[in-house]
């Protein structure tokens, strides 16, 4: 295989539509077709005026009213205007009805409202303004296809360079015994820890706006998880305490219905399904997938294996109806989803496809696989991504934003090679670094020096923050940071860091750092690209620590925020760690698990130079915390 075969493993400037793709628009233009035709046979038959008002209405939403004319005539831009909002409501929640009770209700309405005889003139603008509509969308797509080959020629000069240099830069992988949170990204830590440990009813912190698009509260769970599986793999792996609560408090937040009841509604008007709400049995990969990452990353970072119990993850509807689920069922339904789809991918919402969403379907059966042996990615990823090539992929080699399941239509969706490279690196190292490779250089006219001589990304016009729908480039810049971080690009992570603490509210209270402009998703990413170092995040799906991390002492109770945990490291018999105080200095007491029973350790930077597990392997230790303090757990000689 050459390294171009690596970088466009299909010829991306000459394949057209997928196979399935092709299929479907086949149908959706026959279906079309049949519609106008029915439509105008009235006009043809001499039907009454009402069917041939409702006819000509099957050829344009509202086109009905050109024929009654007179006043109704305005009402033809107000449908299409309406039309316009139902095409955003499906896109939004999934309301699939929603098109299809505008176009057809305003046919209906338009044979209600004519005379005796319609406009002459409308059997002869509805076709034109049919064939001007399909023309303007062809003409707009050819012109975009040709756009993309430009492209794609543009990116085979400089990506074998460039993917040889991701190959060398992903390589070198930090020490992960000489680990450590520095201030900053304690401060930042805290943020993520703040919401998760709160009472289960209070939300502090988040935003509640909806729960049908990026702003809703599971992908905010979703990303304050995945930070804080940074922290346990990489800094604080020999740490339960607060650390493993506060993950487990997300997890089961997650259950609660305001999170996943969305998926009752999206049930009932785009499925037609008004009885059963299981959100993992069918589609919703932005639940399964996402979920099922999250749930699964947080097992292999901490070793915990408790959501493989039989109803550890049970969606309750109400007191009667519960759905139960662990996290077996949750990845066999990706699976199963991946196998019943014509596509492989298959749909977030109902009729909508998602690669990014089934990126992270893929990781979450990477991380089934890495907790638990299971094949399901050797089973899946060979045809998910031929089919993610064929059928997902556009002329410049760059994935699409989404697809219908139904028409094959692409929808205009923001995508970058960037915000899918991390998630390919958990499971496809090889494509992920393809894409960075991409990404890299697509960024590098971003990466400028300020006035101050220091690089800093500038990224142009005022960006979107997709998790309160504001202005500001928090998420960008974050997704930036971590994709970089993961393929040890330090100059363009470095510039995209302080692009986002001069430019998104860089704010620190009570030692608790965020980004004040930005949203609480905007921050879980930002926590996690301030955390992350090469390969990381792919060891957290797919590695995690050391067995003899995870076998060795461990510190199980620290009283937060009293206690900051920067560092907590397990050689087997040993432990390390390194803290710092809360609020102000002062005594605090930590528990400590895993000992052997009864057997003798000295201590380091405690009060005490020794101490004695009891007989189930337990201990506390007092220690004066005033700035950062080292302390050592050893065995006696």
Request: proline share 5%; hydrophobic share 45%.
């Amino acid at each position: 295989m050459t390294t171009m075969d690596h970088v466009f493993p299909r010829s991306v400037a000459t394949q057209g539509k997928g196979p399935v793709t092709a299929a479907r628009q086949r149908r959706t233009a026959l279906i079309y077709a049949a519609l106008c035709a029915l439509g105008f046979l009235p006009v043809l038959a001499g039907a009454p005026a009402s069917w041939q008002a409702a006819g000509l209405g099957l050829w344009l939403p509202g086109a009905g009213f050109l024929a009654v004319g007179g006043f109704a005539v305005l009402l033809f831009p107000l449908t299409v205007a309406l039309f316009g909002a139902s095409l955003i409501a499906w896109f939004w929640s999934g309301m699939v009805l929603a098109p299809l009770i505008v176009w057809l209700g305003a046919a209906a309405l338009a044979g209600a409202a004519a005379d005796e005889s319609i406009w002459a003139g409308a059997t002869f603008l509805v076709p034109v303004f049919s064939l001007a509509t399909l023309s303007y969308f062809r003409s707009r797509g050819t012109r975009r296809r040709a756009a993309k080959r430009e492209k794609q020629q543009a990116r085979a000069a400089f990506v074998p360079a460039s993917w040889a240099e991701v190959q060398k830069r992903a390589a070198a992988r930090p020490s992960p015994a000489a680990r450590e949170l520095s201030v900053d990204q304690i401060e930042s830590v805290r943020y993520a820890l703040d919401r998760a440990l709160q009472p289960a009813d209070r939300w502090d912190g988040f935003d509640i706006i909806d729960q049908f698009q990026p702003a809703a509260l599971r992908y905010q769970l979703n990303h304050l998880g995945f930070a804080l599986a940074l922290y346990q793999c990489h800094y604080a792996p020999s740490f339960g305490g607060h650390l493993g609560l506060a993950q487990r408090n997300l997890i089961e937040r997650y259950l609660q219905r305001r999170v996943w009841g969305y998926w009752v509604y999206e049930s009932c008007w785009g499925h037609l399904n008004f009885t059963n709400f299981d959100p993992v049995a069918r589609d919703n990969i932005m639940l399964t997938g996402w979920f099922g990452m999250h749930v699964g990353q947080y097992m292999v970072s901490s070793g915990d294996r408790r959501y493989g119990e039989p109803g550890s993850l049970t969606f309750r509807l109400n007191e009667r109806t519960a759905y139960v689920h662990d996290i077996h069922t949750i990845a066999e339904s990706v699976a199963k989803g991946f196998d019943r789809s014509d596509f492989c991918l298959f749909p977030c919402e109902p009729n909508w496809i998602y690669p990014i969403c089934n990126h992270y379907g893929m990781t979450c059966l990477a991380a089934h696989d890495a907790a638990f042996g299971t094949t399901y990615v050797s089973d899946h990823l060979p045809r998910w991504q031929e089919m993610l090539d064929r059928e997902f992929t556009d002329e410049s080699g760059s994935y699409i934003g989404l697809r219908s399941q139904h028409t094959g239509i692409e929808a205009p969706f923001p995508a970058g090679e960037a915000g899918f490279a991390w998630f390919a690196n958990c499971f496809a190292p090889d494509r992920a670094r393809r894409l960075w490779a991409v990404a890299r250089e697509e960024l590098r006219p971003a990466l400028v020096n300020d006035a101050s001589g220091v690089a800093r990304l500038v990224l142009p016009g005022r960006g979107l923050d997709p998790g309160h729908y504001r202005f500001g480039h928090t998420m960008d810049y974050a997704t930036i940071l971590l994709c970089a971080r993961e393929f040890g690009e330090d100059e363009i992570a470095e510039g995209a860091q302080r692009a986002l603490d001069l430019e998104c509210g860089l704010a620190t209270n009570g030692g608790v750092r965020r980004y004040a402009h930005s949203s609480n998703l905007a921050n879980a990413l930002a926590i996690q690209g301030r955390l992350a170092r090469t390969g990381d995040f792919r060891a957290s799906v797919v590695e995690g620590p050391p067995a003899s991390v995870l076998s060795g002492p461990r510190l199980a109770d620290a009283r937060y925020p009293d206690v900051l945990v920067a560092k907590a490291w397990s050689e087997g018999d040993a432990l390390d760690l390194v803290l710092h105080p809360g609020a102000k200095p002062g005594r605090q007491t930590l528990g400590i698990e895993r000992l052997r029973p009864l057997a003798r350790y000295a201590v380091t930077g405690a009060r005490a130079s020794e101490l004695v597990a009891d007989a189930r392997g337990g201990a506390t230790l007092e220690v004066d915390l005033d700035g950062r303090t080292e302390l050592r757990v050893a065995p006696r000689a």
